[in-house]
T-cell receptor, first 114, second 115 residues
């Protein structure tokens, strides 16, 4: 079964600073995708970035980048130049190819302070 | 705005009651997924439908059922409600579910409170 681990306590980040959110996963399947979602206080789930297990390069989407270390089974999210609007819960998720369900971690709380 | 709509936004009901949550996927999306987010269990996959047929089942209780209609909207039925069913219920949709980077677009959720 898939397992996603996010164990960092809530984080306070200074505006304009970078923040790294840790995510480790466990699967014996070689084919999978990793996702990060943002959930602001309003509750909606917003897709941020995707990394495939066979992708050679780390994914980037604007201020978001994914530090993918396959051997360590980690997929850390890096948010550069934090903004006040980045304050939210961030969830790491995994999907096995051929299995459409997303398995989520418990999330990381980020608060950006001016 | 993801393009996925869910109604109602909030639902307050009593134990033992039955409720129906509704989801309309993004235009063109054939797959619909239901997830439950609770404080103790986190975000859990419940069930997936693809073009009207059940495709995958997760941690869905027997008291819960779902269906996807010909117009592709989906309903999640929760019956004999218990206090522990209080949660945020998300619907998500995707195109086919077969692409490797098949992104799931989430609706705004329905917050269910069972009193």
């Amino acid at each position: 079964a898939q397992k996603i681990t996010q164990t960092q306590p809530g984080m306070f980040v200074q505006e304009k600073e970078a923040v790294t959110l840790d995510c480790t996963y466990d699967t014996s399947d070689p084919s999978y995708g990793l996702f990060w979602y943002k959930q602001p206080s309003s509750g909606e789930m917003i897709f941020l970035i995707y990394q495939g297990s066979y992708d050679q390069q780390n994914a980037t989407e604007g201020r978001y980048s994914l530090n993918f270390q396959k051997a360590r089974k980690s997929a850390n999210l890096v948010i550069s130049a934090s903004q006040l609007g980045d304050s939210a819960m961030y969830f790491c998720a995994m999907r096995l190819y051929g299995n459409n369900r997303l398995a989520f971690g418990k999330g990381n709380q980020v608060v950006v302070i001016p | 705005d993801s393009g996925v709509t869910q109604t109602p936004k909030h639902l307050i009901t009593a134990t033992g009651q039955r409720v129906t949550l509704r989801c309309s996927p993004r235009s063109g999306d054939l797959s619909v997924y239901w997830y439950q987010q609770s404080l103790d269990q986190g975000l859990q996959f419940l069930i997936q439908y693809y073009n009207g047929e059940e495709r995958a089942k997760g941690n869905i209780l027997e008291r819960f059922s779902a269906q996807q209609f010909p117009d592709l909207h989906s309903e999640l039925n929760l019956s004999s409600l218990e206090l522990g069913d209080s949660a945020l219920y998300f619907c998500a949709s995707s195109t086919s579910g077969r692409a490797r980077n098949n992104e799931q677009f989430f609706g705004p959720g329905t917050r269910l409170t069972v009193l």
